[in-house]
């Protein structure tokens, strides 16, 4: 938690401040990299995706930026930014995502209780990121790694994947 604090320059109290507000405003859940580290043995990121119910967005947003966060709209996503600290904050306005809040379970994260997608849930949502054409390559094959760790430390998931991905774990 302390490499994680000085790494970001602050990100883990910055990430804290942010799930307090988010329980402020009604459901949320984590859904990106942080919660597959969950589910699997732990990898660095400086990101912290979640969803959190779609009529809260607005007010949420706003308290943010009383909070002296930046945000910053997007066609996908309202992106959330503490001045000075480098955890890169996303919360999808991808209907999709909506149906997590309800499956969503408690999990600890950098040292804070946090409710983070259900596994399935969080597979799905890697599974329609790293499917999505319109994301930067970079982002995709984190996806993917994503996919394959989750598929090693949970193999009944690999019904879920493309044939692509489950060729690649069956010759690995």
Known sequence: MEAYELTTQGGATDFARLIAACESFGPYCLIG???????????????ADLVVIASG??????????QGFKT????????????????????????????????????EVLGIQVRIACLEDVTRG????YSDPRRRLSKRKKDELDLIRL???HPELRSLYPIELKEQLDSG
């Open 33 to 47: 990299g942080l919660a597959v580290n969950c589910y699997v043995e732990p990898v660095y990121t400086l990101d």
């Open 57 to 66: 967005l607005s007010k949420l947003s706003e308290y943010l930026q009383e």
């Open 72 to 107: 910053e709209v997007h066609p996908h996503s309202l992106n959330v930014l503490a001045p000075g600290s480098q955890l890169r904050i996303q919360f999808t306005t991808d209907e999709r995502y909506q149906a997590f809040l309800a499956r969503s379970m408690e999990a």
């Open 126 to 129: 890697k599974l329609w990121a």
């Open 151 to 153: 598929a090693e430390a």
